[in-house]
């Protein structure tokens, strides 16, 4: 049985971090997977975490920036399961990591706002269709910094493309919720605070940054990426089944502030 009850799930970004932990939670919920990420080896990884448990996952190699990839991504879901109840766009980047040092700041302006906002767009273009034969819920990654502007004192910058690709996600999420629901088709985001993984690492691997950020959360501590996996598994499953259109924090009271 489990939560989710032999429901197909598509998680992007799943070689790391939130998609990493989420994956492995819906997989032990049993889940039908379709895994994907752009690092094929951290993918790999998932896939023998997975098979510990003797949970079961396909895994396929993408960039969600790519048309003909986001298209195979479903096709294996469809050909494989025969549809698709649940959709999870995590992958994303910073402007740290969106582009090789020193390259144009358009450069890293145009990567960050191609994964973050287009990919997740992308994603869901071509998984509505199918999606739409049965209903089913999609789940996007936005961020506090789609809600708020960075912390002062973090020197992100004031052209930084990350909150507005997480702001702009926040509302292709509202606008799907409200387009999508006759067809039974749930669409939320979760706004996570600071967590440790991956994607911060350049922040609490720093002991000056960590204390600074733990310090501009509530509970005082960073948020650990099964904290968000878990909000992943209620808004995934029947039990949200009145839930639609939410922009939902899970970030140890930093915007309650
Ligand atoms: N970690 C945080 O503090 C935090 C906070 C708020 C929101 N988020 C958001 O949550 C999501 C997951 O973040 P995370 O912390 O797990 O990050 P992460 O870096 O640990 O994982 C992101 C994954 O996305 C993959 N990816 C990047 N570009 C891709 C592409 N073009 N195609 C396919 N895969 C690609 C990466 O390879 C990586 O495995 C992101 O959208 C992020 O912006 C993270």
Redesign the pocket.
């Known amino acids: 049985m489990g939560r989710l009850n032999d429901k197909v799930a598509i998680i ?2 799943a ?5 990493k932990e989420t994956a492995i939670l819906f997989a032990k919920n049993n889940a039908k997977l379709v895994v ?4 094929t080896d ?1 993918l790999n990884e998932v896939v023998a975490s997975i098979e510990e448990f003797a949970g079961k996952s396909i895994s396929i190699k ?4 790519k048309e003909d990839d986001v298209q195979k991504i479903v096709d294996v879901a469809v050909k494989e399961y025969g549809g698709i109840d649940i959709l999870i766009n ?4 910073s402007a740290r990591n969106a582009a090789p040092e020193n390259a144009p700041e358009t450069d890293v302006w145009n990567n960050v706002l191609d ?2 906002l287009n ?1 997740t767009y992308l994603m869901s273009r071509f998984a509505v269709p199918v999606m739409k034969q049965g209903g089913g819920s999609i789940i996007n ?1 936005s ?2 910094i789609g809600l708020v502007g960075y912390p002062t004192g973090l020197n992100a910058g004031a052209f930084n493309p990350y909150p507005p690709s ?1 702001g702009a996600v926040v509302q292709l999420t509202k606008n799907m919720a409200v387009e999508l629901a006759p067809y039974k088709i749930r669409v939320n985001c979760i706004c ?4 440790k ?4 690492k350049a922040y609490w691997t720093d002991k000056e940054k960590l204390k600074f950020l733990e310090d501009r959360h509530p509970m005082g501590r960073l948020g650990d ?1 099964i904290e968000v996996a878990f909000t992943c598994l209620y808004l995934a499953s029947d039990e949200s089944s009145y839930v639609t259109g939410i922009a939902l924090p899970v970030d140890g009271g930093y915007t309650a502030q």
Do not use: E, Q, R, Y
């Open positions: 992007t970004g070689g790391s971090g939130i998609g994907t990420d752009i690092n951290m993408s960039d969600i920036t995590s992958a994303g980047v994964v973050n990919g990654l961020s506090i997480k996570p605070g600071f967590l993984t991956n994607l911060t990426p």
